[in-house]
């Protein structure tokens, strides 16, 4: 299920910004945390609504923050804040999060 793996995700960025340092604590894990949490809340928020179409809304919203999320990942390996192997899982899973999500707007359709 798209709302399990994302959960997974958001854990993962957890994980990951834990090592950041303390100085980005405000910033970029701050961000990066609240967009990782941002792409589950948007999947459930959206499947507790009354109707495919607005399922479909939360579902483009949390895609948004995918991809958010993908921005800060990118940021955060070009300084240098995790290693190559610590962001291919964060990538993996953005990848198979957005696969799903994408899946599941299809079907909404």
Known sequence: MVWQKAVELSLGVYTLTKKFPKDELFA???????????????????????TPK????FLRISHGSLTELETLLTIAKELSYCTEKDCSTIEMQLDETG?????????LR
Do not use: D, P
Request: glycine share 8%; no cysteine.
């Open 28 to 50: 970029l894990t701050s961000q990066m945390r609240r967009a990782g949490v941002s792409v589950a809340a948007n999947i459930a928020e959206g499947y507790g609504r009354n």
């Open 54 to 57: 607005e399922f479909a809304n």
């Open 99 to 107: 696969r799903m999500l994408y899946a599941l707007r299809a079907k």
